[in-house]
């Protein structure tokens, strides 16, 4: 009987390891399709990279991503449905950022009139918290 107990204690010692072996495992596999999704979508962003210097030190302007085309719809929506989301989720800052990068990519996108309002609607919803 004394045998069944210590067998009994060593399985249940066993699944509480394997237990915690595999929180820890899907938690870092989690992290890791995190850090990969952030790093797919940042890649889509124009990054300011600093400029090749000459010898001298001198740096040299780097220009400015050009736009995209006008005729990229989906794109387009999909910035100013996720900016949409984002203030409706209580989260103004991202949400106007998403505006200022979706009429940064596309000045002359259908969305302008109903981006610039939301900004200015929720630059005062940001201004009251």
């Not at 890791?32 to 400029?51: D, H, I, K, T």
Request: with cysteine.
């Amino acid at each position: 009987m004394r045998g069944l107990f210590w067998l009994v204690l060593a399985g249940c010692a066993a699944t509480l390891v394997w237990l915690v072996w595999h929180i820890r495992r899907k938690a870092e596999e989690r992290r890791l399709a995190e850090e990969a999704r952030v790093a797919a979508f940042m890649s889509g962003l124009p990054v300011a990279r600093p400029a090749p210097s000459d010898t001298a030190g001198a740096s040299m302007p780097v220009a400015p991503p050009a736009p995209a085309h006008a005729n990229d719809v989906a794109p387009q929506r999909l910035l100013f449905d996720a900016a949409h989301k984002a203030g409706e989720a209580g989260e103004p800052a991202l949400a106007i950022q998403l505006y200022a990068r979706l009429l940064a990519r596309y000045p002359a996108t259908a969305f302008a009139g109903e981006a610039r309002a939301a900004v200015e609607r929720l630059k005062k919803k940001l201004v009251k918290n």
